[in-house]
């Protein structure tokens, strides 16, 4: 017999109900209503986000990068605003074992043009020592600037994991946000996207209907092994890593013991 849609043994798991389109529309429109509401409240939080006091920086600090100390003045490029992500590290770790949600972060800032077109520049800081950051973003392919502020008390307005904006008035350099966690969400559209799709994002926190595909916990997908499976198992890398030359299976995440 031909099967349908309708027909339990091929259904998808927990799919959403099957209704013609002026209904479908009509919940659409519904939705609507909220998600405008949603954006408008976007809108006044970036406001107030703006109208923020700020707090000045020793502009004498240095960071070490590609060509040395530099002065922290030196990330933005000449440029009046910056953006900074700062990623986390473990120490002596090999590339896989390097943290999966910073990464997740990172990669979707690969290209900072339309920042730049602002008159915004973007940099990544680390805790990590210079060689084997240098080793690690020559590995993933970044383009952005990285710099270690392992020797220095860094100008950061928070721990790593955390992305922060400066103000730069000619030498004088300012201190205006700074966020982390569910923060760090607007740069990566992935999940912005992932956001709009029926199986969402397939984290375990996730409100979902009865009988979806339920994920393990937060960013668990964010690793996977040689076959593209979201695992934390002993092959299992951060996902943009597979597409490196030259990544290969491993035995082991090497965090010494940490875990994320």
Request: aromatic share 10%; hydrophobic share 35%.
């Amino acid at each position: 017999m031909t099967t349908t849609p309708d027909d339990p043994t091929t259904a998808l798991p927990g799919r959403p109900p099957v209704v013609d389109l002026a209904t479908w529309q009509t919940a659409r429109d519904e939705l609507l209503v909220r998600e405008k509401a949603h954006t408008r409240e976007g809108d006044a939080l970036a406001a107030a986000r703006r109208r923020l006091p700020m707090v000045e920086l020793d502009q004498a600090v240095e960071v070490v990068g590609a060509d040395g100390p530099v002065p922290f003045l030196n990330l933005f490029q000449g440029r009046e605003e910056l953006v900074v992500y700062q990623h986390m590290w473990y120490d002596g770790a090999p590339h896989q074992g390097q943290c999966e949600g910073c990464t997740t972060t990172a990669w979707h800032l690969k290209d900072a043009v339309y920042l730049n077109a602002r008159g915004v520049s973007f940099a990544v800081l680390t805790t990590g020592r210079w060689d084997e950051v240098a080793a690690y973003v020559a590995f993933m392919g970044y383009t952005q600037p990285w710099y270690s502020v392992r020797d220095t008390d860094a100008p950061v307005g928070g721990e790593m994991g955390h992305l922060t904006c400066f103000l730069r008035d000619g030498d004088r350099v300012f201190l205006t946000y700074s966020t982390t966690g569910r923060g760090n969400e607007p740069v990566n559209g992935s999940l912005g996207l992932l956001d709009m799709t029926p199986y969402g994002r397939r984290e375990a926190w996730e409100d979902n209907p009865e009988g979806r595909p339920e994920g393990r916990h937060p960013c668990w997908y964010w690793r996977s092994d040689a076959d593209g499976n979201a695992t934390w198992g002993p092959t299992s890398r951060p996902v943009p890593q597979w597409t490196r030359p030259g990544a290969i299976p491993v035995e082991t995440l090497g965090r010494h013991g940490h875990h994320h």
